[in-house]
């Protein structure tokens, strides 16, 4: 453990010296911000949310979970589609954006996580079906699906 | 100074938690555990069209960096991952555009954040604990904080820290880095993170297809191999092709302390 000649706290990964070493060989580094995970009243540091769908939004875009913080600036954020119960395709496994029913290269829903300066909004997207193409149109009844998002207190802006 | 077999350091737990025998993911400091450490956030607005390759950021660290991209999208912000491959060599972050739009070019706005950990370094760490207690409130009165060049630590904005008791840093519990080798079950190549933890992790994946210059931020489950998901037990597997030409390919599980399970799931039917 080592103060740094301008300011703050640097741990050493072990055969490392804090006095010198790169950012690479430390384990913590206060001249470098770190992604800080928001802590909400209830001691938790990821939202899950459980989705099931009783119906299918009409074409276009759905509100379907809002989240407030409040910052006052965009924060950063991670979300993860966690776990899905269906056996009809829903990629995007760990970020922000999930397809559903993805056919060669038209996706006819989506599920996007974002963030604003107030809010974390959830949206289901859902595309008009392509014609001459045979595709079926999606089906959301019985999906159901679990989103995680973090949000961390680090502004989005540089 | 916890006493979790004969490490040295620091560990701080979170307020209300005894630090000598607090769970991993009830840590907020442990000299056991990295963390990730933002070397920069850049946005970059650039005009793309299909089946083109373009440069995103020059970062110039000498290695392959972690690293994320989000869309900025009229101010708010989408983690990104689909619409675009996005790859890191030791000098820069590309995008190469996937989104058809007969011809036409593509106005997005990226938001790229670079860590200070190579993607190509393999960690290792103990699980001391994973017996979670129960943990009071946060004061901030009590902790560790480092503010910012210029910021006072009496600021009640978090974006004016370093680091910051009151909030959770995500503790890294491994990276595995390692040749993703040939799948005698499949006819491609595939590597596996095993889960040593009792709870299913966050984690994130990458992969390399070039013999290590350039990694990928790989796409979930479902999509063309290179593709990597989490199995029920937490285990990582990275999916993988194998044309043939013996070039080697790395993956770059990246696992944290942080559970997927931490709190229940909020019941919501649309």
Known sequence: ?158 | MAEQSNVYGVIASMLGVDAFDAADQDLILSSAFPMLKIESITEVTLSTVYGNSYDLVTHNLGYPPFFLVFERVGGALIHEFFTSLFETTSEKITMFDYVFNSGNPTTKTYVVLICRNPLNKAISTPVFSTQSREAALRDRNYGLITSKPGKSTDSTDMRDFTFHSNARNLLIHAVDYREIVTDPATSGRSMTWVNDLPYRPIFFGYCSIDGGNKYRFLYGGGQAAPNYNQLDNGDVKITDFDDGSGTKHYGSIWVFKDPFTLSASEQVTI
């Open chain 1, 1 to 158: 453990m080592s103060v740094v000649n301008d300011y703050g706290l640097v741990i050493s990964e072990e055969g490392y010296d804090a006095e010198n070493c790169a950012p690479e060989n430390t384990i913590f580094d206060t001249r470098y911000d770190t992604p800080k995970a928001l802590i909400d009243e209830t001691l938790n540091t990821v939202r899950r949310f459980n989705f099931l769908f009783t119906t299918t939004p009409p074409v276009g875009t759905t509100r379907i979970k809002t989240i407030t913080h409040n910052f006052g600036y965009t924060p950063l954020i991670f979300s993860y589609l966690d776990r899905y119960v269906s056996s009809s395709p829903l990629y995007g496994f760990t970020v922000g954006r999930f397809y559903v029913a993805v056919t060669g290269i038209y996706w006819l829903g989506q599920i996007t996580v974002k963030a604003t300066s107030t809010e974390i909004q959830i949206d289901f997207v859902r595309q008009p079906l392509p014609s001459g193409q045979g595709l079926s149109d999606i089906n959301m009844v019985g999906k159901n699906f679990t989103i995680n998002v973090y949000i961390f207190s680090n502004d989005s802006k540089p």
